[in-house]
């Protein structure tokens, strides 16, 4: 299989994110996690690892804003560039803002912090240095595997920053550049396409890029925003408007879902998929729904991502494997590798 | 002059707030800010100090949204009994939220901290255990000072938590009830009304409490959100809408306006308010205009604060005076003194 990697992803390191309270914590979010999965592939038989290729500004502007864009890529010059006095920003460490344009109308300010709270919805993707380029970087490495499908049966972009919880305008919950979405945008071009997110947590990023297209069916399986994060998206009635109107599907699963429900849930979403006739899939594919995830409250054991790895095979479609979330660092190498190894 | 003061504010002393960068950083808006102020009028010979009289929720719910008010009467017995290591908050000194219900369309979740960031806009709101009973009282004592008018020429409401960046939904920058727009809804009753806000920032939740209101001219002079919080609203082109549409009026000052293009801005204002021909004027009176001001970034003097309190005066209007920001503790409690002394 061929995996699509760079390491330019370890010049996004931020030291810490800010936890619910106004907690300091260390991020959960760290270049180990692609080290890891790294080395878990190395030892497999099948892993065939290459460099991105370049595409270009082009293929990210097709899906996100061209004001957010311009947002990341300048973002970190201009924290560093603001008089930190006046701005009361004693710490610069990294970027988070400290207001936010909350629901409902908001005009779009000048200033940097005015902005960083416009554009970034939580206090989990701080935006350092090496930020934007890692964020290039991966979105490279998805798009690489979205060309090679093209000629191949399936692909892995070992994509670190995440990108699912990325939206048309904003960051969030680690992710800045929704790599899986963009891949499926290119792969658009060609036939109907299926994003199908089985992270822990719901894509809100996806769900918000394409809920208006009736070209590109989304899927999410994930912990019930009732209680988990994002909160504000990926309810099961939230089911696509105009022409993308049917053509998004919420799955939302309790705390402590195991292995069986988990794959009860896949069928019908596997249905969707088949009834849909895509000539492509992408998967958005987060091991936080493993049952030792420090992040996540569900149960999935190793068998069981075996199991979804399997079943999604099944389809026999050309499908490029995006790398989302996943936490546990001591699992997540063996997690992807069980998921990957079902796929030819 | 009748003054309303509760000491039920000191309940409400959270030890930070959260700046840019994800800094925790000792709150600006504490205790002494109101001791101060009692301690200045109290020397001089017109303080008349009363406790507020309780109006109350029906006169809070005319202006706030259920769900928001409820929201802030429970979230702290909520907060104390979230699970600490499933919630990942290991320190529950004050509830404030990491993720937000960003710009545009969000489904109001249901868990404890999705609230939270749906109904907080910022770090700088935090709810601690008395939070609610100081922000009740507060605007008790806006009310009582909007009653007292109604029978006397001018009131100080000595409001402690300050108001008016609190929408109605929504609570930020220090402000969880807005007082003033209570005042001045209350008054709306007995016939037109205007709100002029001095504070150094804009008044954003009054703006969205009225913004289809023609009944209640709104007006807001304050440091331009292009550069300063609350920057998605207080914008000059923001004139309001429907009914309301020219009823709203925002002046977004530069960094280091002085004294003179200050008094210049303010006629404007006042032209604006003798047009209007009120039968009531509410003052949101925040004193971080003041040129010492720790986190104001104009240069009003102590004599510029009392010729604005003068040109108010001279409008002759029953003049309710709603306290907001000032953070130079040392110089607040002369400031309001110079600026109420010039009242009747």
């Known amino acids: 299989m061929k995996i699509f990697y760079s390491d330019l992803h370890f010049q996004h390191a931020p030291a810490f994110e800010v936890f619910d309270g106004g907690v300091r914590v260390p991020t959960f979010e760290v270049p180990e996690r692609a080290e890891r999965i790294l080395a878990a592939l190395r030892k497999t038989g099948w892993a065939e690892i290459h460099p991105p290729i370049d595409f270009g500004l082009d293929s990210i502007l097709a899906v996100h804003d061209r004001d957010y864009v311009e947002f990341l890529a300048s973002a970190w010059t201009e924290w560093l560039a603001t008089d930190p006095e006046a701005e009361s920003a004693t710490d610069k460490s990294a970027l988070l803002p400290a207001t936010f344009a909350l629901r409902g109308q908001a005009h779009r300010p000048k200033s940097l912090l005015g902005r960083a709270g416009y554009y970034m919805m939580d206090l989990s993707a701080p935006i350092v240095a090496g930020t934007y380029a890692a964020a290039l970087a991966s979105a490279n490495c998805a798009l690489s595997a979205a060309q090679a499908i093209t000629h ?3 692909t892995f972009a070992l994509c670190r920053p995440p990108g699912h919880h990325a939206g048309k305008s904003h960051c969030g919950g680690y992710c800045y550049f929704n790599n899986a979405a963009i891949a ?3 792969l658009s071009a060609h036939g109907k396409v299926t994003l199908l997110d089985i992270d822990y947590h ?7 890029i394409f809920y208006e297209r009736g070209d590109v069916l989304s899927i999410s399986i994930h912990a019930d925003p009732a209680f988990e994060y994002p909160y504000y998206a990926g309810y099961a009635e939230e089911r696509g408007a105009g022409a993308g109107l049917g053509f998004h599907h919420n799955f939302p699963l309790p705390a402590g879902t195991g292995d069986e429900e988990y794959l009860t849930t896949l069928n019908a979403a596997l249905h969707l998929i088949r009834e849909f006739q895509p000539t492509a899939l992408v998967i958005s594919a987060g091991m936080d729904i493993y049952s030792e995830d ?7 054991t190793r068998e069981g991502i075996r199991q979804i790895g399997a079943r999604i095979a099944e389809l026999r479609l050309p499908t490029a494997i995006i790398m989302e979330g996943g936490y546990n660092n001591d699992a997540l190498g063996d997690n992807v590798v069980a998921f990957l190894g079902e796929f030819e």
């Open 152 to 154: 191949t049966t399936s």
């Open 294 to 300: 420090p992040l996540g409250k569900i149960r999935i």
């Open 184 to 186: 499926a945008h290119w």
């Open 202 to 208: 719901a894509g809100n990023g996806t769900q918000d």
